[in-house]
């Protein structure tokens, strides 16, 4: 059985409409509402459907609650909760997703309690499961059998972040990967797999995203010079203005339109830090009217057609703050030529100088300052000195690398590796 079901308050008998009317922007009694409905809802939704449950696969911690449903259950049944939580344990898996300490929720157990979230529940046993304030996180690692962080790199993250959590399962690392037939054109598979004239399809995608662009923003790039795509969501770690820290370095190829880049992106509604991004964006888009674009509405469209039609793609995370960052695996399996900080998923693929390159050496402090300034330095260098001389001056490597490209990640980051692994590594026991 397929069949996804999604659960939806905005029924007419119900006085709580509104609860699953928003997916972001709440934190305090909404959030939890909503978690009581996704967590203790879903499982009472299974039961009422009659579909039996093998593993139960918790996706971040916000579905943590449907464990506490469980281990109620069982104790209505006779056990003690003990023997509740250990049973549980064993039918739960869970995957941890966010590599900063902020963005992983927490409740304060008052707030949980009136709210009903206890479920029969006493307080010191929900404190023992997520302490106080009760971490969403820590209580997924402690309600399952087997956790895990989506990239090798964010393993090794995750588990030094959870060091200290006593009694919680082992996180190992499951890259995440992308839907190869939504995000790969067509037309640059059979290029690849025909052996065929790879840097004419490129021209040929590359001429639509630039046509796209024009509709969009009124601004005609040139289809000759390099072009540089970066779209993700505009949350300060990505630092998507880096290009931008040392003006009087970037500032004359952007003047003669040496680099182009088109950039796209969304702010979460509450963070003001990641809308000065935006507004920074637009200001430098109003400074390189012929070579900086910034397109509204960040939405998969958009998406399909940076990965698709931009010569390099460009990410310079703080390390080791990108968990894993699909897109650039939409990019890689597009022939666009990865031009990447050592972060999230590309320590794992990249070849450097030979499938895209990487920017710096993998250094990390938590003096952002000097990380900034380390970081922008090796953005120069790598984009400067190694891919504007490629892209200029030889054709024929820039085409070796994006076959190459292709070749090193259209299986090893295709969702059928991932699906075997969390098959083979999560859902069935050893
Ligand atoms: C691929 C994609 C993402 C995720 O990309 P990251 O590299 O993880 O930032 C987010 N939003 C849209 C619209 C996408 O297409």
Request: aromatic share 10%; glycine share 8%; with cysteine.
């Amino acid at each position: 059985n397929s069949t996804l079901y999604l659960l939806d308050t905005d029924i007419p008998e119900n006085n709580d409409a509104w609860i699953t009317g928003q997916l972001y922007g709440w934190f305090g009694e909404e959030r939890i509402a909503q978690e009581i409905v996704l967590g203790i809802g879903g499982v009472k939704a299974m039961r009422a459907l009659g579909i039996p449950i093998d593993v139960y696969h918790f996706n971040e911690g916000h579905a943590a609650l449907a464990a506490i449903e469980l281990i109620r259950e069982k104790m209505s049944g006779g056990n003690t909760f003990e023997e509740a939580w250990k049973a549980t344990r064993e039918e739960v898996v869970f995957t941890t997703h966010t590599p900063i300490k902020e963005g992983n929720e927490t409740h304060p157990l008052d707030r949980l309690e009136y709210m009903s979230a206890f479920n029969g529940l006493t307080r010191d046993q929900m404190e023992r499961i997520g302490g106080e304030p009760f971490n969403m996180t820590i209580a997924g690692l402690r309600l399952s059998r087997i956790s895990n962080a989506v990239a090798q790199l964010h393993a090794d993250t995750a588990n030094k972040m959870w060091k200290e959590v006593a009694g919680r399962s082992d996180i190992i690392g499951i890259t995440n990967a992308i839907h190869t037939p939504t995000w790969v054109d067509e037309r640059m598979t059979q290029a690849y797999e025909e052996n065929g004239d790879l840097w004419a399809v490129h021209k040929e995608i590359k001429g639509e995203l630039i046509d796209f662009i024009k509709e969009r923003s009124g601004i005609s790039l040139n289809a000759d010079n390099l072009l540089i795509g970066f779209s993700r969501r505009a949350a300060p770690y990505k630092r998507s203005d880096l290009i931008f820290s040392q003006p009087e370095i970037i500032e004359p190829y952007l003047e003669s339109g040496k680099i182009q880049i088109v950039f796209s992106g969304k702010a979460h509604p509450l963070d003001d830090n990641g809308k000065k991004i935006v507004s920074n964006l637009v200001a430098m888009m109003k400074k390189y009217p012929k070579s900086v674009v910034f397109l509204e509405n960040y939405d998969m469209t958009i998406g399909a057609q940076l990965t698709r039609g931009s010569d390099i793609w460009l990410n310079n995370p703080r390390r080791p703050l990108e968990a894993s960052g699909t897109s650039g695996m939409k990019a890689a399996m597009n022939g666009v030529l990865n031009c990447s900080i050592l972060d999230g998923w590309w320590p794992e693929a990249c070849i450097d100088g030979e499938n895209g390159w990487q920017i710096g050496d993998g250094f990390e402090t938590t003096d952002f300052e000097v990380l900034d300034k380390h970081d922008s330095d090796a953005l120069y260098d790598t984009l400067l000195n190694r891919v504007l001389p490629t892209y200029y001056e030889n054709r024929e490597q820039w085409v070796q690398m994006m076959k190459k490209s292709i070749e090193t990640t259209r299986t090893e980051f295709a969702t059928k590796r991932m699906l075997d692994e969390y098959y083979n590594r999560m859902y069935i026991k050893a």
